[in-house]
């Protein structure tokens, strides 16, 4: 199945600062969202990941600016758009959810209102309809009893239930790329499952693509189709899900996989901290970001920036070694 | 050796509250930060000035030239000019400096002391005390600040001292409340809870940690209010309840003025400018203050 | 089946025992009303053992946790430390037995006095016990900063110029700097990344093995917890449904609220668990729990006849192993 991409982003580049002193903190980030299709963006706190998804909505605010490459959503360019253009894409052609569902919503609205006014601010409706709309958004997230609940403000909600809310309006004009980053963190894990489950179901149903950002590589093995792993501003490595569980071939992919089994699995596996901690992107190193910390670095990653290189056509990672194992085998 | 013993205990009893080189950060901090420098070398020359008031000014505040009156600035052997009753200026601004700057500074460093204390107490301990604290200042609080203070100086003998207890009186509820908010911000902190955790007593803790993250924003609010209370204290003295003509302070000296701005503007702008500048001073340097206790916002 | 007594000496290694600790919130002095936060909680620790305390967001693990610390007070029960009374102790005596027992929290950073640098944190315990000189205090919290793995000579710095993990490491540092036996850790890594996650966790174990502490870990995950503690106690709703030791309780739960939770972890392996074999349970952990029902009736998918009229007691189902559900019992079967 080779449907067009929805969303393809190449070479985004995005700084904090200025040119001299600065901190690129998205550099070079490739990838291409399918529709139907759901892709993980993973990553430790400070790789770049929320950073990724706020430029892709133009959503950076100063001292950050995008400086360089294309965001290109269905054949339409977005960072050649004005900002009002941009308004129209926001909330409409991208559906967002975010991390914490009671900061996300404002507390002095109802949740009927601001389901609403979503659906307002991107289509002419009458209220009467826009109520309804927002009853039936509402009832498929999984809200129940929601033509009562719609008056109700945030803060009668537990959080699973929040987090359904910004779903719902999230999807309300039926979007055809979803960014969730981080939409299960702040809760439970009972809950969690039920959000997963739900984001699921609906993103099948809709044939949206979506791109789930997480630092959590159990939410990442069930959710994904494809996973790109992010370390310092940069991806360095991108596989289907199941190559990446069963066949990393970045280091760092392979460390954080080694941390997580050493951390959940029973105590056969031994504990093995990736040592160090990242690099601070104001003063990056020079060569492969990874390199101060890995376990097989060479001289040539302290001096020479890794590209990624092709395993497949599914795969890819930013290592040296990948050169090295095509040579031997 | 034994020298070597004694050195290394100096230094490690600052090492309990963060060492001399921390301290020395501290400093420098305060250093870096112009505005708070170039206002503490105002306040301290303007002090310095009101000081040495007999010695500058040469002739006394209220010692009339009836020959020079309304003397413009620069004119010989009054430098600064005169007013319409040939009193001369500079004299009356640093003599009226001392008072202005007392009342200024005192009442606000007096009810900032017992509103933190007050404050410290309402919000650390809850409950009852913090019932009655509150529910006592909130009869103060209900009154218009100049009002009380209007009230409070008419039902004594007109003076500096009513003066300087109504503006305290004044202010006392308006520090409780900034330091009780600030107390309970701080007390749920996980910080306090490993001091209980360790075995810190209420009292310590309410002074070793509570107090200092409290006194920051104390002092910044009574800076902002100094320059205010020379103005409020001028205003008392304006309807005869603070100090007695002749006495100067620079409020009186604004609004006795007035009435010959047009023949004599500089007996107004002096003594305006005088209170523009140091209400400024005070609040630059309660910034730098602020900055330099506080060790997030140190440069290395 | 009569009930457990309670009067059973415990074993002769048992180093902290809490007996029916239960506290309420928002009711007014008299009457029961309000939340029962912890609810008749009975525990034990063992030297050098590491006891879990897993539950999800209201569960009442962190009021257990500080109920355990003795810095709330409980509306009954006790808590005592190698036999001591430690919640009812008069204040001079508990200020003593805090040095048995100190806490690493969640929030590292702002667990530390930003005021302070972070060998005066560190030195702190002892300077409230007044214990030691100055200089045997700076020289102790330097030791420990080089324990912890990091340097000392940054003593002098303050907490704001850490990370997250340094700031953990920091807090650690300061809960050793009495030299606790027990250390009660409250969250203390879930706001950590999984490579910091990992370092915390080896230093934590490697101290264990070192001095031979006895913890108390409190989490809401699951995975951490089976990771590195002996036995685990599940709570639901301020009760206590199922203890016993870690591999058995995972591997084999006897209350299906564990089970429930252990269904609903995401494994980091997608050829074991894709979204469509994550458990689902109804409901969420919220409302009132009626007084003479299980508090997990209403989620329960398992939920028969006796759920709803007679609360389950907490019964041994195996040794060492106990749950609080009716299917446990004899004549349910």
């Known amino acids: 199945m080779s449907a067009p991409a929805s969303l393809v982003v190449t070479d985004l580049r995005t700084r904090f600062g200025s040119d001299r002193v600065g901190a690129t903190v998205v550099d070079g980030v490739t990838f291409t969202l399918l529709p139907g299709r759901t892709t993980a963006l993973v990553g430790e706190s400070g790789c770049g990941k929320s950073a990724t998804a706020l430029s892709l909505m133009r959503l950076i605010d100063k001292p950050g600016r995008i400086i360089g490459g294309s965001v290109t959503l269905n054949g339409r360019d977005l960072l050649g758009l004005s900002e009002s253009e941009m308004e129209q894409v926001r909330g409409a052609a991208i559906g967002m959810i975010f991390q914490d569902p009671l900061t996300s919503l404002n507390p002095a609205l109802t949740i009927g209102q601001q389901i609403v006014e979503t659906l307002q601010a991107h289509r002419p409706m009458s209220r009467a309809d826009a109520d309804r709309t927002a009853i039936d958004l509402l009832t498929r997230v999984g809200v129940t009893d929601a033509a009562r609940r719609i008056g109700d403000y945030p803060h009668h909600f537990s959080g699973g239930m929040r987090q359904r809310v910004l779903i719902a309006a999230a999807i309300s004009c039926s979007p055809s790329v979803i960014i969730a980053d981080e939409p299960t963190t702040a809760l439970d894990v009972t809950v969690q499952a039920k959000i997963l489950r739900l984001l699921h179901d609906l993103q099948g149903a809709m044939g949206a693509s979506l791109l789930l950002i997480t630092h959590d590589l159990g939410v990442v093995a069930s959710m994904a189709d494809e996973v790109l792993v992010m370390y310092a501003g940069r991806i360095v490595e991108r596989a289907d899900v199941d190559t990446l569980f069963h066949d990393p071939r970045h280091p760092y992919t392979k460390a954080l996989l080694a941390c997580v089994a050493g951390i959940e699995d029973d105590r056969s596996v031994p504990l093995e901290p990736i040592g160090g901690s990242a690099p601070d992107l104001w003063n990056p190193p020079v060569g492969c970001r990874f390199a101060p910390r890995c376990p097989v670095v060479q001289d040539v990653c302290r001096s020479q920036d890794q590209p990624l290189r092709r395993i497949s056509a599914e795969h890819e990672a930013a290592c040296i070694l990948v050169e090295e194992d095509r040579m031997h085998g | 050796m034994s020298t070597l013993d004694t050195s290394t205990s100096i230094d490690a009893a600052r090492a309990d509250r963060g060492s001399s080189r921390a301290r020395f950060w501290r400093m420098k901090s305060f250093a870096r930060d112009r505005g708070a420098v170039v206002s503490a070398t105002l306040l301290a020359a303007v002090v310095l000035a009101v000081v040495l008031a007999p010695t500058l000014a040469g002739v006394g505040p209220d010692d009339a030239d009836n020959l020079a009156r309304y003397a413009p600035m620069g004119t010989a052997g009054h430098l600064l000019g005169t007013d319409q009753q040939g009193r001369d200026m500079l004299a009356r601004l640093l003599f009226g400096g001392r008072v202005s700057l007392l009342i200024g500074v005192v009442p606000t460093v007096i009810a900032g002391m017992i509103g933190l204390g007050l404050g410290l107490m309402a919000g650390y301990w809850r409950g009852l005390v913090d019932q009655i604290i509150m529910r006592c200042l909130d009869v103060v609080f209900a009154f218009p600040m100049v009002l009380l203070a209007i009230a409070i100086a008419g039902s004594m003998r007109p003076g500096v001292l009513t003066e300087v207890i109504a503006i305290t009186v004044v202010l006392i509820p308006y520090f409780a409340r900034l330091a009780r908010t600030a107390t309970e911000g701080i007390v749920p902190m996980p910080f306090i809870e490993a001091a209980r955790a360790a075995g810190g007593t209420r009292l310590t803790i309410m002074l070793r940690y509570v107090l200092p993250n409290v006194f920051s924003p104390v002092v910044v609010y009574a800076t902002t209010l100094m320059g205010l209370m020379i103005v409020v204290g001028s205003g008392l003295s304006f309807i005869g309840l603070g100090v007695q003509p002749p006495t100067a302070d620079w409020g009186a000296m604004v609004a006795e003025g007035r009435v010959v701005l047009r023949r004599a503007p500089h007996v107004t702008i002096l003594p305006g400018c005088a209170i523009l500048l140091v209400s400024l001073a005070f609040n630059f340097l309660g910034d730098g203050i602020r900055d330099a206790l506080d060790p997030r916002t140190i440069r290395r | ?333």
């Open chain 3, 1 to 333: 089946m009569a009930e457990t007594s309670i009067a059973t000496t415990p074993p002769p290694d048992t180093l902290l025992e809490v007996v029916g600790l239960s506290k309420s919130f928002g009711g007014r002095r008299g009457r029961t009303s309000g939340i029962r936060a912890v609810a008749d909680v009975d525990l034990t620790l063992r030297r050098g053992e590491t006891l879990g305390l897993v539950g999800e967001s209201g569960c009442g693990k962190s009021t257990l946790s500080r109920l355990i610390l003795s810095l709330l007070e409980p509306d009954a029960g006790q808590v005592r430390i190698a036999g001591i009374d430690f919640t009812h102790a008069p204040e001079r005596h508990r200020r003593e037995l805090r040095r048995r027992i100190q806490v690493v929290f969640q929030d590292a950073l702002s667990s530390l006095n930003p005021r302070m640098t972070i060998g005066a944190n560190i030195a702190e315990p002892m300077r409230l016990q007044g214990l030691g000189s100055a200089a045997l205090r700076r020289t102790e919290a330097r030791r420990l900063l080089g324990l912890v793995g990091l340097r000392p000579e940054h003593e002098d710095r303050y907490p704001h110029e850490f990370s997250g993990g340094q700031c953990q490491r920091i807090a650690i540092a300061r809960a050793l700097m009495l030299q606790p036996e027990i250390i009660v850790f409250d969250e203390a890594v879930s706001a950590l990344d999984v490579s910091i996650r990992a370092q915390i966790l080896r230093l934590i174990l490697d101290l264990q093995r070192q001095f031979g502490l006895s913890y108390i870990f409190i989490s809401h995950d699951l995975g951490v917890i089976k990771r590195i503690c002996d036995r685990i106690a599940v709570m639901y709703l301020g009760q206590i449904v199922e203890i016993g030791p870690a591999e058995t309780v995972c591997r084999a739960p006897r209350h299906p609220y564990t089970a429930a939770l252990l269904r609903a972890i995401p494994i980091a392996d997608p050829r074991r668990m894709r979204v469509s074999d994550l458990g689902q349970i109804e409901g969420d952990a919220v409302g009132a729990v009626k007084p003479d029902a299980c508090p997990f009736a209403p989620r329960c998918p398992k939920q028969f006849d006796p759920c709803d009229k007679r609360r389950p007691a907490l019964i041994d189902v195996a040794p060492g192993h106990q749950a609080a559900c009716h299917l446990n019992e004899p004549e349910a079967c």
